[in-house]
């Protein structure tokens, strides 16, 4: 710590990011990835990319409480259903911030974990899809690709729009005309795209061997690249290069000490990795099986079918929390310091929630049904644990002005960036 650094008396920081804490990146993969992540070409019906829910301009998310997939056109909060082809329903859960999850210490992803790192496992990961779907991955985070290619609602589409879609609804995922099949061969169809990986992996040599595993690995690749996060504010002061002062000075100390914040929030990349039942409101559709009468989401319980997990998610890394909004496993807030005044006391704060608090674009469904259905609201209320913190406006304002020391602009802007095109010739949201 530099000579003259105040924190109190009882902070502890975590140890400063090295490079040791993140696994290597091939460029040439990382390049090739950069195409596919901003091209429509990996979706049903060429019009949604992973980019479209996950932009560098919305802090790698979408801007929206919930987003909008298939169905639907524009970028970020200005995204809007298409008329023509209506979404049934929006996408579940908002849409994760994509930094630092090339760092080893990341083995386990999505609000509820599904995917994980199980060296026990035949794959190496535990998914709730079939064993055979979780091998030939190079990394989790390349397994990752696996849901939303597969997910209506995402980038599938539905069923009477496009072959990709009606296999998925058919169950044919994997195999010759499986989802993936159709995926990967779209993708091979591209000469340029054949090109860069043969140039990329050493066991592809025509456009046959290019297989949907592959797709994921290059994608994984540019993610793990783009998005390292380690040269914020934060970061210096973590090397012992700086410190902070006033307001975020203030901010870390409450997050360390007595908000409690870091109870959670640990380690270099400010989580724990672990699951809490925190109360967040309940907004959308739910993540229950489709068309069930409940509109809950039992959070990492629909993993693991453990009672004592209901309503529990993932705790989210705070890395660029400030440009990540909205915030909660449903996006229920849309400002930073809004969603840290009712985390403080969330059983109370369930109480009064306001709906107008979440970024929605029009869509002819019911939003607020979880939040209007008093058992459901009980059972999320009885899952909640902590003692609520007493926090003063000043104190919020202070924790959300040590919470931007962790905005890096080099993570932010990208290390490659959005291309002005891609090989497919569809159009490039941005």
Not at 267 to 276: E, K, R, V, W
Not at 334 to 363: E, K, N, S
């Given at each position: 710590m ?20 993140y ?20 979706s049903?019906s ?5 980019a ?80 055979d ?8 985070l390349?397994?990752?690709?696996m ?44 000469p ?13 040599e ?8 592959d ?37 870390m ?7 409690g ?12 990795h672990?699951?809490h ?33 209901l ?6 890394s ?18 930073l ?7 403080a ?16 674009p ?25 003692a ?36 497919s ?6």
């Amino acid at each position: 710590m530099l000579a003259g650094a105040v924190w109190a008396a009882d902070t502890v920081l975590p140890p400063a990011i090295t490079n040791a804490d993140y696994a290597p990146v091939d460029p040439a993969q990382a390049e090739l990835g950069q195409l596919l992540f901003y091209d429509p070409i990996l979706s049903g019906s060429d019009q949604v990319a992973c980019a479209t829910c996950h932009h560098p301009k919305f802090g790698t998310g979408d801007g929206l409480s919930l987003g909008l997939g298939d169905g639907a056109t524009g970028l970020g909060p200005d995204r809007r259903a298409d008329p023509d082809n209506l979404p049934e329903q929006r996408i579940p859960r908002n849409a994760p911030a994509l930094f630092n999850l090339g760092a080893h210490e990341f083995t386990t992803l999505f609000h509820d974990g599904r995917i994980a790192v199980d060296d026990s496992r035949p794959g190496g990961l535990r998914t709730p899809l079939a064993e055979d779907m979780a091998s030939g991955f190079a990394s989790l985070l390349s397994a990752q690709t696996m849901f939303p290619v597969l997910s209506p609602d995402e980038m599938a589409g539905h069923y009477q729009e496009n072959p990709i879609a009606l296999a998925v609804r058919q169950g044919r995922l994997t195999g010759p005309d499986g989802a993936w099949d159709l995926i990967s061969r779209k993708v091979a169809a591209v000469p340029a795209y054949t090109e860069m990986f043969i140039a990329a992996f050493d066991d592809i040599e025509t456009a046959d061997d290019i297989g949907f595993t592959d797709i994921s690995d290059a994608v994984a690749a540019f993610m793990a690249l783009e998005w390292r996060s380690d040269t914020a504010p934060f970061d210096a002061v973590l090397r012992g290069e700086t410190r902070l002062t006033g307001a975020a000075q203030h901010g870390m100390d409450l997050f360390y000490g007595a908000a409690g914040c870091a109870d959670c929030h640990s380690g270099p990349f400010l989580t724990d990795h672990d699951f809490h039942a925190m109360g967040v409101p309940q907004i959308g559709p739910g993540k229950g099986a489709r068309f069930e009468t409940r509109y809950d989401d039992r959070g990492r319980a629909e993993v693991t079918g453990n009672p004592g997990d209901l309503y529990a998610f993932r705790t989210p890394s705070l890395r660029n929390i400030a440009l990540t909004a909205p915030y909660g496993h449903a996006g229920s807030h849309a400002t930073l310091a809004g969603f840290i005044a009712d985390h403080a006391d969330p059983v109370a704060a369930l109480a009064r929630y306001d709906l107008g608090q979440a970024a929605l674009p029009d869509l002819p469904v019911a939003d607020a049904r979880a939040l209007q259905d008093t058992e459901q609201l009980s059972a999320i209320v009885a899952a909640v644990t902590v003692a609520p913190v007493a926090l003063s406006d000043t104190d919020i304002a202070a924790l959300v002005a040590f919470l931007d020391t962790l905005t890096d602009p080099v993570a932010i802007d990208g290390r490659l960036g959005v291309p002005d095109s891609v090989p497919s010739g569809l159009p490039v949201p941005n």
